[in-house]
């Protein structure tokens, strides 16, 4: 009886330890470490991570009302990154959950990272509705289907058919 709660302890305690190392000590470490090369961004929130300021962010944009017309619809589309990248720079880091996110949007970083090929970089999930935006297109493919795809659409974009149309 007192072996089977001590491995009950061990467990319970072995638990703990992992939760707590993975929802406190390696996403510190990880904002600690893109601090350290200049990369910032909001503070990551136990648990949580930044889903509720996206989510405020978000209603505000949906409550707000565009009084002109104009083709800068960023802050109304994704409120996250218009907001985030005015405070916190082209590249900022922030966290879905203890999972952490790094935006981008200077162009040769997305030329290098969209060229790289060693497997360093992956594309998140969608998520339901944006799935429905995008549907089963080359945004959302990864690896084979990917390949067979763009390998269609380059087809489309040779440079002969592009001046002929032209």
């Known amino acids: 009886m007192p072996s ?39 503070k990551y929130k136990i648990i949580f991570g930044n889903s509720a300021e996206i989510r405020r962010l978000f209603a505000a944009a949906a409550e707000s009302k565009s009084t002109c017309i104009n083709h800068d619809i960023l802050q109304r589309v994704a409120p996250l990154y218009y907001e985030w990248s005015r405070k916190y720079g082209k590249t900022f880091l922030y966290w879905f959950g203890s999972k952490p ?49 763009r390998r269609i659409t380059n087809q489309a974009f040779n440079m002969e058919r592009v001046k002929v149309s032209l």
């Open 101 to 149: 996110r790094l935006a981008m949007s200077d162009p040769d970083m997305i030329k290098e990272i969209l060229i790289n090929t060693s497997g360093s970089f992956e594309k998140i999930p969608f998520n339901p509705q944006s799935k429905v935006l995008f549907g089963g297109g080359l945004v959302g493919l990864d690896g084979d289907k990917w390949a067979l795809h």
């Open 4 to 42: 089977l709660l001590l491995i009950l302890i061990l467990l319970l305690l072995f638990c703990i330890l992992k939760l707590t190392l993975s929802m406190i000590w390696v996403p510190l470490r990880i904002q600690t470490h893109f601090k350290k090369q200049g990369i910032s961004g909001p």
